[in-house]
C-alpha cells in the first residue's frame, strides 16, 4: 500500500508567492499588481479569520509590497523633479518646486512664478 503525502492547505500567501513566481524570478510586480496585492493582504488581515502563522507571512508579504510601492513613488517624484527642473533651466528659471506631499504642503497660487 501506497503512502499518501499529507495535504497541505492552500494558503493566500501561497496564492500571493505563486503570482510572484509567475512574474518570474526575481522580477518586481507593477506599481498598480503591488498595490492591489498591498490591499487584499490589508483586508484579509483586518478580518482576523486566519491561523497566527499565516497572518504573519501575510503581513511580512504586506510590508514588502509596501516598501516596494513606497520606493516607487519616490522614484517617481524624483523623475518629476528632475522634468521640471530641466524645463526651468530651458525656460531661464533654474529653481525647482518639489511636489505636495499632502493637502498641509499645498503651494499657494503666489509662489508660482509665470
Known sequence: ???????????????????????????MPSFETALERLETSVSRLEEGEMPLEEALELFESGVKLSRQCQSTLEDAERRVEILVADRDSVAG???????????SDEIDDSEIEE
Not at 497541505?8 to 509567475?22: F, M, N, V
Open 93 to 103: 528659471g533654474g529653481e525647482t518646486v518639489a511636489f505636495a506631499s499632502d493637502a
Open 1 to 27: 500500500m501506497a503512502k499518501s503525502k499529507p495535504s497541505k492547505k492552500k494558503t493566500s500567501s501561497d496564492g500571493l508567492k505563486a503570482a510572484d513566481s509567475a512574474n518570474g524570478a526575481g522580477e
